[in-house]
């Protein structure tokens, strides 16, 4: 089992309680002057997860870059932004065995994004991205397998992820605000890996 089926299988255990509205509702936040260009969405080699429900990869890339539309096409600065969002793995949680099979939907993408000004990429590597579903005020003995169907919860996984884009947008916004030269690019937004879940799914992995 590669890296990414393994942090899938240490996924389909982790569970929590949240909105589960994928209807953007949330303030704009401050993200310098930007403006997105194009938004591009590619799947060459997604892996479906341990006792994950299935969905074509066609239907993966509709709904990521209809949610990336959604939330970052609200902005209207100058300083046009592209993104290449590739999508490597996801888990959607089936009707499992409560308290012993209590699964969690998960997704796991990389992000580049691309600076049309200076005709440069932003971050020299890949961001990746690993986020959880949110689904309403259930216990933590409850799956969404249980009260979402597999679109639905391929809505609220990409929902999350471009909520996700946006705040590693805002967490960078200097970089949109300044004329950044070229060769600086990526000393502004240094590569770095969601480090608080990998450390999770280690965890995970080494019971």
């Not at 892996?47 to 990336?68: D, F, H, T």
């Not at 049309?116 to 986020?131: C, L, S, T, Y």
């Not at 996984?157 to 300044?178: G, K, S």
Request: include cysteine.
């Amino acid at each position: 089992m590669g890296r990414i089926g393994m942090c899938l299988a240490a996924l389909a255990v982790l569970v929590s309680c949240g909105a589960r509205s994928t209807e953007v509702t949330s303030e704009k936040l401050d993200l310098g002057d930007f403006t997105m260009g194009h938004n591009i969405v590619v799947a060459p080699d997604l892996q479906k997860g341990p006792l994950s429900r299935e969905l074509p990869k066609e239907q993966w890339i509709a709904s990521m870059k209809n949610a990336v539309d959604a939330r970052l096409g609200r902005y209207d600065g100058e300083r046009l932004v592209h993104f290449g969002i590739n999508l490597s793995g996801y888990m959607l949680a089936q009707r499992g065995v409560p308290v012993l099979l209590s699964t969690k939907s998960a997704l796991i993408l990389t992000v580049t994004a691309w600076d049309d000004r200076a005709g440069a990429k932003f971050n020299e590597e890949p961001r990746e991205i690993i986020v959880l579903e949110s689904f309403g005020s259930g216990t933590l003995v409850t799956s969404s397998g249980f009260t979402m169907t597999a679109e639905e919860q391929l809505e609220n996984l990409t929902f999350n992820a471009a909520r996700e884009i946006e705040r590693w947008m805002h967490e960078n916004r200097a970089c949109l605000v300044d004329d950044v030269p070229p060769e600086e690019l990526a000393k502004c937004w240094p590569s770095e890996k969601d480090e608080r879940k990998r450390a999770q799914l280690e965890r995970e992995l080494r019971r």
